[in-house]
Structure formats: structure tokens, C-alpha cells
């Protein structure tokens, strides 16, 4: 009797037991297989993430390029902008020259002209002769006005110290009362348009005996 009664436990605990076992069962596959699935969705997750990255990091070598590149695009367009402005304003400046050169043969041959007068003659009992001296003297006034309104000016440099940027040499010979390296003679005056020699005065160089 008593192992009947022992039998009966087992048979009714089995039965309350198996119940609440099949319940458990469903949530303790559930946890396994999420365990499971973010196991495999961790690597995928890395390797999108290097992805990005690597993206990002070659997007940001090109923006900096591009910007490497915009800049020196302004800087050459700032260069051009300055090279044509000054080619603009030397335009401006010296785009005479080639007519002050033709004046300039003028300008010599008046000046010749008046030193060729002699100045004993200029009289009043010589109208004529003092006349057409006036009027050559005044011409030459006026146009010497005109090349200082435009920006020529004359170089007279005796007595001055030789530089070659604006004299030119045609002989050296020991003058008296002359320092060697200065200009003891001018045979013919030279011209500067703004600053810059136009044409370099001819001139004659003193040197040691």
C-alpha cells in the first residue's frame, strides 16, 4: 500500500511539473536565439561602421583638396588681376613713348637752332634776325612745357656723377678741374617719360690723368 501511495506522488508531481516546463521552454529559446542573432548582427555592424568611416575620411581629403585648389584659383586670379592693372596703368603712362621720341628730334633741333644764333646779333637793328630768335625761343619754351605736362623731363647731368641707367659714354678723357667718374661733357641731353629713361643723355666721362 505504501508503494502504491509512493507511485501516485511521482505520477501526480510529473504532472504538475511537465506543464510548467513546456511554459519555460518557448522564453529560454526566444533569449538564445536574440543572444545568438546580436552575435551575428555585431560584425555586420562593425563593418558598416568601417565603411562609413572610410568614406568620411575620403570625403574630407577631397573637400580638402577642393579647397586647396579654390585657393590657388584666387591667388592666380588675384596675380592676374595685379599684372593687368599695372600693364593698364604702364599703358597709360608710357604709351607715348614712341611719339616723345619723334619730339625729341624736334626738341634738338630747336635747341641747336637758338645756340646757333649769335647773341651779339639779336638787336633791335636786326628786326628780323631778332624776330624769327624770339619765335624759336618761345617754341622751344612751349614744347619743353608741353614734355613736363606729360612727364618728360630733360637730363642735363654735367658735372654729375656717371650711372650708366641714364648716361651714355662716348668717350673718357682727363679733363681739368673734373673728378674722375663724373660727366665733364654733354653733347647732347638725354629724356626720362615718368621716371623711366626714354633716352640716355650723351655725355663725355672725365677720368684720372
Known amino acids: 500500500m505504501a508503494s502504491?501511495?509512493?507511485?501516485?506522488?511521482?505520477?501526480?508531481?510529473?504532472?504538475?511539473?511537465?506543464?510548467?516546463?513546456s511554459r519555460a521552454s518557448p522564453r529560454l529559446l526566444c533569449t538564445a536565439s536574440q543572444q545568438k542573432k546580436d552575435e551575428t548582427d555585431k560584425p555586420e555592424q562593425s563593418a558598416a561602421e568601417t565603411l562609413l568611416a572610410e568614406e568620411k575620411a575620403q570625403l574630407e581629403e577631397q573637400v580638402k583638396d577642393m579647397t586647396e585648389k579654390y585657393k590657388r584659383a584666387l591667388a592666380d586670379t588675384e596675380n592676374l588681376r595685379t599684372r593687368s592693372q599695372k600693364m593698364i596703368e604702364d599703358a597709360k603712362l608710357y604709351g607715348i613713348q614712341g611719339l616723345c621720341k619723334d619730339l625729341l628730334d624736334v626738341a634738338d633741333i630747336l635747341e641747336k637752332a637758338t645756340e646757333s644764333v649769335p647773341k651779339e646779333e639779336?638787336?633791335?637793328?636786326?628786326?628780323?634776325?631778332?624776330?624769327?630768335?624770339?619765335?624759336l625761343v618761345m617754341t622751344e619754351i612751349q614744347i619743353q612745357k608741353v614734355f613736363t605736362k606729360h612727364g618728360l623731363a630733360k637730363l642735363n647731368p654735367d658735372g654729375q656723377k656717371f650711372d650708366p641707367y641714364e648716361h651714355e659714354a662716348?668717350?673718357?678723357?682727363?679733363?681739368?678741374?673734373?673728378?674722375?667718374?663724373?660727366?665733364?661733357?654733354v653733347t647732347k641731353?638725354?629724356?626720362?617719360?615718368?621716371?623711366r629713361t626714354l633716352r640716355p643723355a650723351l655725355v663725355g666721362v672725365a677720368k684720372a690723368p
Open 189 to 195: 641731353v638725354g629724356y626720362k617719360l615718368h621716371g
Open 122 to 135: 639779336v638787336t633791335s637793328q636786326n628786326p628780323h634776325l631778332k624776330n624769327l630768335y624770339d619765335g
Open 170 to 185: 662716348l668717350f673718357h678723357a682727363p679733363v681739368e678741374g673734373k673728378e674722375p667718374g663724373t660727366v665733364a661733357v
Open 4 to 21: 502504491l501511495c509512493a507511485r501516485a506522488v511521482r505520477q501526480s508531481y510529473s504532472l504538475v511539473a511537465k506543464p510548467a516546463l
